[in-house]
């Protein structure tokens, strides 16, 4: 199930930003009683009745001609349209204000579902001035304490009421999904296109030409494959965003409903922190990783270029080692061919299943060659390892006593799994328990 995305706006110095740390389990957004703190969108994972989210923070909308205002009002904008439910934050203390009347007309438009939030109701006096905010139109509004904590478990539970319902999927298949995902201007259309052979997908040099998700399948060896190009923004009369900064959602949407994703690099510009950020995005989603270094005929090379930039590569996505590498050209089709069944590898390794008495012979070895550590004189003892789901692989050592497994040798023994069996491609869990 795609994560539910809830964008918090409203006029500034409201709590907005109160409501997102709370939400999100920390100190992530500036806290003050300043207005125009939070400028930007900020993003945040949470979880709620098992049910991921994701929880956008935004800049506090004003209508006057202030500097910076046009460009907050622009990020909010955004991120209602990136939003599946948005809520609409107030305060019962300053009461409804002309600004609040003015966000409401906006929230009309989005034809988005809107929860109206009245913040720091702390009191029963207080709880019983929220019924002027009815004049908005917005619905129910639900009383909230940002500075207590109060009433967000009603605020999420009604989110998740009005989020939209997952369409019915049918019959499982054996197509494989992947996202195309990267920073703006990578090439990711042109590599779709060319892998289908077809203008399939429109393309263009200018940044951000995708708006929508597109969704293609395709057959390659009587395998089926589906392929995701990463959303862009619809951008609404004059929204612009910065598109280097703000491309991670997109990416992120793209990878909840992927199998496998295909991290797009830039060959001309090099790696760039954005290019990490949205590989962390794709591991930490457990999904199957591979690195496509693009546009690789524009460069001038000798015999080490190649070389030369895998080690790049390697040095500032070591959190990925597992990933492979392919170098190719949208342009010119330059091993192109290959992807669909480096996908395919990646993706049968992503369910890979390993039989329990396997796990355990290369349990045995890796204590051989590997004694496990002690501490304070208590020795760790591994007494068994199983794998208990796919898609990622994902195995449980039962041991001891789980403060004393390090993170080096819990590390020592995935590196162990993976030399044992196939996982290229696939990160990989390892949860430590204590065996009763």
């Given at each position: ?87 609409m934050l107030t305060n019962v203390r300053d009461g409804v204000t002309d600004t609040d009347e ?84 990578v090439g990711k259309s042109s590599i779709v296109n060319a892998m289908l052979g077809e203008e ?161 012979d290369v349990l045995n070895r890796a204590i051989t060659i590997n004694p496990a550590p002690s ?62």
């Amino acid at each position: 199930m795609a994560n539910l995305t809830i964008a918090i706006v409203g006029r500034p110095n409201v709590g907005k930003s109160t409501i997102f740390n709370r939400l999100a389990g920390d100190r992530i957004s500036i806290v003050e009683d300043t207005p125009g703190v939070t400028r930007d969108r900020i993003y945040a994972h949470a979880e709620w009745l098992g049910r991921r989210l994701n929880i956008i923070d935004t800049g506090g909308i004003d209508f006057s001609n202030e500097s910076f205002q046009d460009k907050i009002r622009a990020q909010a904008e955004i991120a209602m349209e990136e939003a599946d439910v948005i809520v609409m934050l107030t305060n019962v203390r300053d009461g409804v204000t002309d600004t609040d009347e003015m966000i409401a007309q906006l929230l009309y438009r989005t034809n988005k579902p809107v929860i109206l939030a009245v913040n720091k109701v702390d009191n029963a006096e207080q709880r019983a001035n929220i019924y002027d905010f009815y004049s908005l139109g917005l619905g129910d509004p639900v009383p909230i304490s940002g500075a207590h904590g109060l009433g967000l478990g009603e605020l999420l539970e009604t989110a998740l009421k009005l989020s939209p319902q997952e369409p019915d999927q049918g019959p499982v298949d054996d197509t494989i999904s992947f996202a195309v995902i990267g920073r703006p201007n990578v090439g990711k259309s042109s590599i779709v296109n060319a892998m289908l052979g077809e203008e399939r997908v429109i393309v263009s040099n200018v940044a951000g030409t995708t708006r929508d998700a597109v969704h293609t399948q395709f057959t390659v060896d009587k395998q089926k494959y589906r392929i995701i190009d990463t959303a862009g923004l619809r951008k609404r009369g004059k929204v612009y965003e910065k598109t280097e900064k703000y491309s991670v959602l997109r990416s992120m949407r793209a990878i909840e409903e992927a199998d496998v994703a295909l991290l797009v690099l830039n060959a001309e510009e090099g790696i760039r922190d954005q290019d990490k950020n949205i590989a962390g995005y794709a591991h930490e989603a457990g999904r199957g990783l591979i690195i496509v270094v693009n546009k690789w005929d524009a460069l001038k090379k000798d015999n080490h270029t190649l070389k030369e930039f895998e080690a790049d590569i390697r040095a500032h996505f070591q959190f990925i080692d597992y990933a492979p590498i392919v170098f190719v050209s949208a342009k010119t089709k330059q091993r192109l061919h290959q992807l669909p069944e480096l996908i395919k590898h990646v993706h049968e390794n992503h369910q890979r299943r390993i039989q329990s008495s396997l796990l355990n012979d290369v349990l045995n070895r890796a204590i051989t060659i590997n004694p496990a550590p002690s501490d304070k004189g208590r020795k760790l003892r591994v007494y068994y390892l199983t794998q208990v789901a796919t898609a990622p692989p994902c195995f449980v050592a039962f041991v001891n006593d789980v403060d004393l497994m390090h993170f080096s040798y819990e590390r020592f023994l995935v590196n162990q799994i993976r030399e044992s069996f196939d996982f290229e491609g696939t990160p990989i869990k390892l949860i430590t328990r204590e065996r009763k």
